[in-house]
């Protein structure tokens, strides 16, 4: 057996030989290997030794590495035996104590068993004897914790807050619901218990509903004070919120007061109870400041100390959002809660305020206006417009209203010593030649002044809105004094009296200059306006106030609105300065008319003089354009409005040739074939001079084409050989004169022109008559808007200025157009007193007049010969009494182009 393992152990060894033989062998081929890459050449055996020395390093650092690895092996079996070895050591100690445990058991066993029951009746009274200590200790610190409780809440109810005990309240709370609960279960457990024991905790516990009620106390008088809270110590307020809300989502309840008759059954979660006594307490809290407030704004006797009282409940409002609201939670909705209470309150204050609205001045009418404004303001940006009490939209307005009436009397008298010192202040000349008066800076120093003081006081566009038409009407007012006085005008000799003060062309020129300024004040007037108007209307992007974007689009339609009545206003005010400025052209365009219709040159025209041609007809026409020229170079050097200056020579040259024609049809010449080429000779000489003149630089190709249709329509008129062919003219007639003007010149032409027989000259007319109903049937009437506001409203804009009617001295034609309710007469009434109804009335008269005589010779009164022929002679008369023209038999009634009767203007009607 033994040679048998020593065969098998050698064989073992011999092979183990084998095998390490077989590594060395492996490795040595391993080595050759690697090194047969290195060693190709034979220049490179010098480096054989670098190499032996690489590999002696790296050998090196292998031992030292499995030199380490062996050691740590090492250390971590020792390790492991050591561990083994005190396992063994432990294992030994429990095989003792078992040991003394066994002989425990069986001593128990034959000693103790035969008094167990004793033993467990001691055990049952140490327990009993330890719950009583236990239960003592408790109430002992129940009755500590009590007077901690009651110490911490009386701290809390003194006359002043002290922020520090205020906080405690949480505290408080928490400790009390420990003790309910301990409370609640003990009593739950005292059911075993003796019934002197329960009577124990009734009146150990006793004190918790007194640490109850004033706890309850302590959470009222927060909630009253929640304002002063929030501002002083937002915490404590926080802490009350939360208490109510543990209170009411809590089953056993901290707060109801407990009694042992009362069945012990716990609440119900989310009850409401204590959210429902906080909104109790919120509404009398609110009532009672309201309260204090209103006796205080009573006590006021000023409007500012009112409106101070009332700034107070705003700033609370303010407070109320800011601080206030983020204590709570969101289901209190105190924002909303607080607001419309504030808000009833203050609308309510502020109609009592506006039932005394007759004895606030102008200062504290603005005072309240804008305080309303600033309220309303207020409202917007934390409940959205439509929550704005339409009360307050209207007592601004009639604040508006109010104070724009009270400023027409503080503003009134201004504007009229404005108007008084244009009057009678001489014109002020330029260093440009021209004149210009101080009304328009004065107005607008005026105005501007009044306008600075009151933007900061309104805030609304409905009150922008009021300001500007209290300036329109102001201003409309200005505009009809100074047209009253232009109106006032008289012709006397070579002079212009204004109000029987005689002016001065200059002066006259500076009031067209001024006109320009006017405009430009307005326009700064407007700007000024519009731009505070935008700012009331801007809305603030990117603020979270409750502003809904229906909300922003009414404030944006709103801005649309104001801003259109705001150019609508100053629009008919400048269009009031442009007619202002146009009654003044027709003062100087009339008194150049005159001068040149009474001179030597108008008289000498058409005459034989005038009819041999040649020099002598050029200077007749020479003079009368030197004289128009010389004027219009005065009035284009003093007027420094441009548009006007092409207004006035445009409109001079057309009513030079309107006159021209006039005149030449009262004179009746013989139209011949010579008369004929002196007419286009002259209308060849005009055109020429006028081109050539300097004082017609200005004068429109528009205008000047006009004025030589209308030259070229009577050369062509007076030329015919057919009455239908004066048709041709009807509208170059209506457009030149005014439509009766023209009917009577019509009427007279036909009486001198050779081609028109008497036969044909009732059809003529009854044509031209027709011919303007047809203007009418194709609505040729004019919308020019020139009215604003009602006449009975506190504000009315008119800029129509109806004209009374003047008979200027020297026969001046002064006539000019009127218009009914901002539009211009219809076409059809021009020919109401025309040749259709003279016929009827004709008869008429006549009728009425030989009634009245054979009334008289029936009643036997004598008549006598000359009243009689007077009664024929009206009988007899064409032109209607109101007409102002003498009765003469037809064919000898002359033409007074002076004295016609106030109608539309055609160059009105043609748009001008």
Known sequence: ??????????????????????????????????????????????????????????????????????????????????????????????????????????????????????????????????????????FKRVSDKAKVMLTKLEAMQGNERIPKADRQIQEVYLMLRNQVQFRNKLWRESKNYAAEFRLLIQDRFEVLNKVSTKLEGAITDNL????????????????????IEWEDRAKTKAFPIWNADSALKPGQ???????AKAIQMFHESIQENLEYAEKEIQEEETLEGKINKMDDLVRELNIIDMKVVPCFPPKYNLLNFFYKRYQHFLVLEVNDLMGKITELNQGETLRLASWIQKFEKHIKSFMGSRAVPKELKEAVMTLAQQYKLKSQDTLSDPINMVF???????????????????????LFSLITNHFTTIKKKYDSGEAMIEIAKLYGTLLNKYQRNMVAYLRSVEFEDDKILLESKEKSLEFLCAWVSSGYQYEEVMSKLESMIGSKLARASMK??????????????????????????????????????????????????????????????????FGHQWLKGGATMEEINGVLIEEIGGYLKDYNEWIEWEEYKKKITGITLNKFFQEYFAYLITQRPRVTDDFLTRLKTSKTFFKTEIKEDPAFEYLDKKDETSAFELFEAFERMLGVQDALELDLHFATLISAYEPEVSYEILKHAMRIIPGVESRDREETLERFQNFGRVLADKDFESFEETKMGTKDSSFYLDITFPREKKTLKQGANHAKTQSQGGKFLNVSSWFSNSSGNIKEKKEKEAAAAAAAAAAAAASGSKVSAAAQAQAQAQANAVIPEEKGVQARPPEEQPLHLDDEPEVISMDDFFGD
Do not use: W
């Not at 590594?23 to 190499?51: H, K, S, V, Y």
């Not at 979660?269 to 959210?275: A, K, L, S």
């Not at 008084?420 to 021209?434: I, S, V």
């Not at 603030?540 to 150019?567: M, R, T, V, W």
């Open 1 to 138: 057996m033994y040679g048998a393992g020593a065969r098998s152990g050698s064989i073992s060894l011999e092979a183990d030989m084998d095998r390490l033989s077989q590594e060395e062998i492996d490795i040595e081929d391993a080595a050759i290997a690697q090194l047969m890459p290195l060693l190709q050449g034979p220049d490179q055996l010098g480096r054989l030794q670098n190499f032996k020395d690489d590999f002696q390093k790296q050998y090196e650092v292998a031992q030292a590495h499995l030199h380490s690895a062996v050691q740590t092996t090492n250390d971590d079996m020792r390790f492991a035996f050591e561990q083994l070895r005190d396992c063994v050591g432990l294992m030994g100690n429990c095989r003792e104590n078992f040991r003394e445990v066994d002989k425990l058991c069986i001593e128990v066993q034959t000693k103790l068993l035969p008094e167990h029951k004793e033993i467990r009746k001691y055990g049952v009274a140490r327990r009993n004897i330890f719950t009583t200590l236990q239960i003592n200790e408790d």
């Open 224 to 243: 009253t004070d929640a304002i002063y809270l929030a501002e002083t110590d937002p915490t404590t307020l926080v802490y009350t919120a939360k208490i």
């Open 269 to 275: 979660r989310n009850d409401g109870i204590m959210y």
């Open 420 to 442: 008084k010192n244009l009057k009678k202040d001489e014109p002020n000349q330029r260093n440009n030649g021209t004149y210009n008066t101080y009304g328009p800076r004065d």
């Open 540 to 605: 603030k992007e990117g603020e979270d106030g409750g502003i809904g974007e229906n909300d922003i689009k009414q404030e944006s339609s709103d801005s649309k609105g104001f801003g259109a009545q705001l150019e609508k206003i100053f629009s008919l005010t400048r269009r009031g300065f442009r007619k202002v400025a146009d009654e003044v052209v027709d003062i100087l365009i009339g008194f150049v008319l005159k001068y040149v219709k009474d001179g030597d040159a108008c008289k000498a025209l």
